[in-house]
């Protein structure tokens, strides 16, 4: 823990807790006080100033980010006859109906994505105290409940983030892994930035966005000028 902390401390010393940086110097004091022994994950968070609790300012949806996220997820699709064949072609890693229900409720968990045909959801339904607390229930918001299986499958696989405000306002979405070069980051920072704003809703008042930080595994919380982007 000592060299850990030693490590912490070098890199707290290299930020200014006051100033909110650019996005490229915040991207790039990211990957220079990472100090993690893998790739570690680069995360962004938003604090908004938004009411959850109001249905029309409930911020949530998917993009793919135009660099990727330097992880290819593992895709499980519940679907039947000609489209468990297109997910299956689509690079699906598991595609099944009530084997896979079962083993689920077995506990297990070995998958990042889930995506389901419209058809699937009464059977998909009886997950909902497993899938909904890890965010994996597909939704139409997020395009996981689709009958296009080839095109969610190959998204999920390329990239695709899903977001959601929490009851705090906060929405955190990881935007790449620090060994991606400074450009590719800050891409993925802007593409999901101009997300974020878009989803702002019409009867949020003041400022939208209170506070934003970029933060690497186990690193330190940089804080970013939303007007950079």
């Given at each position: 823990?000592?060299k850990k902390s030693k490590q912490m401390r070098a890199a707290l010393e290299k930020i200014d807790s006051t100033k909110a940086?650019?996005?490229?110097?915040?991207?790039?004091?990211?990957?220079?006080?990472?100090?993690?022994?893998?790739?570690?994950?680069?995360?962004?968070?938003?604090?908004?100033?938004?009411?959850?609790?109001?249905?029309?300012?409930?911020?949530?949806?998917?993009?793919?980010?135009?660099?990727?996220?330097?992880?290819?997820?593992?895709?499980?699709?519940?679907?039947?006859?000609?489209?468990?064949?297109?997910?299956?072609?689509?690079?699906?890693?598991?595609?099944?109906e009530d084997d896979l229900v079962a083993k689920i409720n077995g506990g297990w968990l070995d998958f990042d994505v889930v995506?389901?045909?419209?058809?699937?959801?009464?059977?998909?339904?009886?997950?909902?105290?497993?899938?909904?607390?890890?965010?994996?229930?597909?939704?139409?918001?997020?395009?996981?409940?689709?009958?296009?299986?080839?095109?969610?499958?190959?998204?999920?696989?390329?990239?695709?983030?899903?977001?959601?405000?929490?009851?705090?306002?906060?929405?955190?979405?990881?935007?790449?892994?620090?060994?991606?070069?400074?450009?590719?980051?800050?891409?993925?920072?802007?593409?999901?930035?101009?997300?974020?704003?878009?989803?702002?809703?019409?009867?949020?008042?003041?400022?939208?966005?209170?506070?934003?930080?970029?933060?690497?595994?186990?690193?330190?919380?940089?804080?970013?000028?939303?007007?950079?982007?």
């Amino acid at each position: 823990m000592a060299k850990k902390s030693k490590q912490m401390r070098a890199a707290l010393e290299k930020i200014d807790s006051t100033k909110a940086y650019s996005v490229e110097e915040a991207v790039a004091l990211a990957q220079e006080t990472n100090f993690a022994k893998f790739d570690a994950t680069v995360e962004v968070a938003y604090n908004l100033n938004i009411d959850v609790r109001k249905a029309d300012q409930q911020i949530r949806g998917a993009m793919v980010l135009p660099n990727g996220t330097g992880k290819t997820s593992r895709v499980l699709v519940f679907a039947r006859g000609a489209k468990a064949e297109e997910a299956k072609a689509a690079g699906a890693d598991f595609v099944g109906e009530d084997d896979l229900v079962a083993k689920i409720n077995g506990g297990w968990l070995d998958f990042d994505v889930v995506i389901a045909t419209p058809d699937m959801m009464a059977l998909v339904g009886r997950l909902g105290r497993v899938l909904g607390p890890r965010n994996l229930m597909p939704n139409p918001k997020t395009g996981t409940v689709t009958m296009d299986v080839a095109k969610a499958v190959e998204e999920s696989k390329g990239g695709k983030i899903t977001y959601r405000a929490d009851k705090a306002g906060i929405v955190q979405a990881i935007i790449g892994k620090v060994s991606f070069n400074a450009d590719q980051l800050v891409g993925n920072f802007k593409a999901f930035h101009d997300t974020i704003v878009k989803a702002k809703p019409a009867t949020a008042k003041g400022t939208y966005i209170t506070s934003l930080t970029i933060t690497t595994t186990q690193g330190v919380g940089i804080k970013v000028d939303p007007n950079s982007l």
